[in-house]
């Protein structure tokens, strides 16, 4: 289930319009972290890594949870306040085409890093034909199969995974009108 944060709309989707900042908050998606330990994560120096916190911070995804205590005081520590983003997302035009190139620029990295560690899985790309109905249908059923996974977080053996899927009608490829676009291409 993907959790709605709060704080204004079009302020989620320029703040998650950067990869650095999706790497952030899917770390706190595993628990609250320090800056320090952010830091480690997203591999940037904590005093960098405070400006992102402040962006998230003021689009409601990322809030301070509690405070640790350190040799030179106390240090915060930030938890995210939700557990997904995508569809929910508002924007148009160039705010949503960056935060889903964001999206997909620090999936890329991800699966760079995991190929390098052996830990690769699986991708795929494909096309499929059909009614919007068995479309609603399908993503309902991988929306079911996700949440079941996810309730079996806590038994034994289990593993972070990443997951990054999109569906998407292609433009200008609607029956008919598809197929005699593609005639007209063979005869030129």
């Known amino acids: ?20 900042r999706l790497r952030i908050l899917e770390s706190l998606w595993e628990g609250p972290k320090t800056a320090r330990a952010l830091a480690g994560a997203v591999g940037m120096i904590p005093n960098r890594l405070y400006y992102h916190l402040r962006a998230l911070e003021a689009a409601g995804v990322v809030k301070v949870v509690d405070a640790e205590a350190t040799a030179r005081g106390a240090e915060r520590v930030y938890g ?4 997904g983003y995508g569809n929910e997302m508002p924007g148009s035009g160039p705010e949503r085409v960056a935060l889903f190139r964001a999206m997909f620029m620090a999936s890329a990295e991800e699966l760079a890093l995991a190929v390098e560690h052996g830990s690769f899985h699986s991708a795929s790309r494909g096309y ?12 309902e059923t991988l929306g079911a199969a996700f949440g079941k996974a996810r309730d079996s977080a806590g ?14 009608e292609l433009p200008g490829r609607d029956g008919e009108q598809a197929r005699a676009a593609d005639v007209t291409r063979d005869d030129r």
């Open 155 to 168: 038994g034994a053996g289990a593993r972070n995974y990443r997951f990054a899927y999109t569906t998407y």
């Open 80 to 83: 995210a306040t939700t557990l």
């Open 128 to 139: 499929l034909r059909t009614t919007p109905e068995a479309m609603a249908e399908l993503l």
């Open 1 to 20: 289930m993907v959790v709605k944060a709060t704080g204004p709309n079009l302020d989620i989707t320029r703040a998650l319009s950067d990869p650095v």
